[in-house]
């Protein structure tokens, strides 16, 4: 079993900054993809950002240039830093981590963008 932590969320006028975190604990195997995804109520949840365990990584078109993920993997954490916000940004941030035929998610964290 897997357990993910997120943190970081908040409320950040746009054009701002947030930097957040989410730390695996559980049986990690080896090579592993962690992942942000984020959802508003009423739509699906949407993929923001991955990257592997070799440091492949992966944006959606709309927050390329913008944000950045990286990890540690000796820490089993991924980081999502979002420059530039703008208040479609906003939503329930979710972490994800994909090893072999298994999904994990964590709770969640919200982002606020705006005045």
């Known amino acids: 079993q897997v357990q993910l932590v997120e943190s970081g969320g908040g409320l950040v006028q746009p054009g701002g900054s947030l930097r957040l975190s989410c730390a695996a604990s559980g049986n990690i195997f080896r090579f592993n993809v962690m992942g942000w995804y984020r959802q508003v109520p009423g739509k699906q949840r949407e993929m923001v950002a991955l990257?592997?365990?070799?440091?492949?990584?992966d944006y959606a078109d709309s927050v390329k240039g913008r944000f950045t993920i990286s990890r540690d993997n000796a820490k089993n954490t991924v980081y999502l830093q979002m420059n530039s916000l703008k208040p479609e940004d906003t939503a329930v941030y979710f972490c994800?981590?994909?090893?072999?035929?298994?999904?994990?998610w964590g709770q969640g964290t919200q982002v606020t963008v705006s005045l």
């Open positions: 990257i592997t365990t070799r440091d492949t990584a």
């Open positions: 994800k981590l994909s090893q072999y035929v298994n999904d994990y």
